[in-house]
């Protein structure tokens, strides 16, 4: 069997993005507020993290508007599920050779 850490994606290291990913892949889609406080960072460190994730395509934003106000919503992509249900299995994996 070929070592499960292999199969990890150097993309969800970051505990940010691990809790984006963990958000949008039990929601249909998540605004920025509702990110910055589920994951308890600032509106910097955040959009930092979404570039990273949208430029590899696990994330899809949508920008429009609540009236007025301009409303971001992030939601996950195809290859986004499939990349992170991928990293999980991996984790899960080595967790179990561990044990």
């Known amino acids: 069997m070929k070592n499960p850490i292999q199969h990890l994606n150097k993309i969800f290291d970051s505990r940010v993005r691990l809790g984006i990913m963990s958000a949008l892949v039990v929601n249909p889609s998540v605004n920025f507020n509702e990110l910055k406080e589920l994951i308890e960072v600032t509106d910097g460190n955040l959009a930092s993290h979404l570039k990273t994730l949208e430029e590899n395509g696990y994330v899809k934003v949508e920008k ?4 007025r106000k301009t409303n971001t919503t ?6 986004g ?7 999980l299995d991996a984790l899960e994996k080595m967790i179990r050779s561990i044990s």
């Open 81 to 87: 599920e499939k990349a992170f249900k991928n990293h």
């Open 74 to 79: 992030y939601k996950i992509t195809k290859a």
């Open 64 to 67: 429009g508007f609540i009236g």
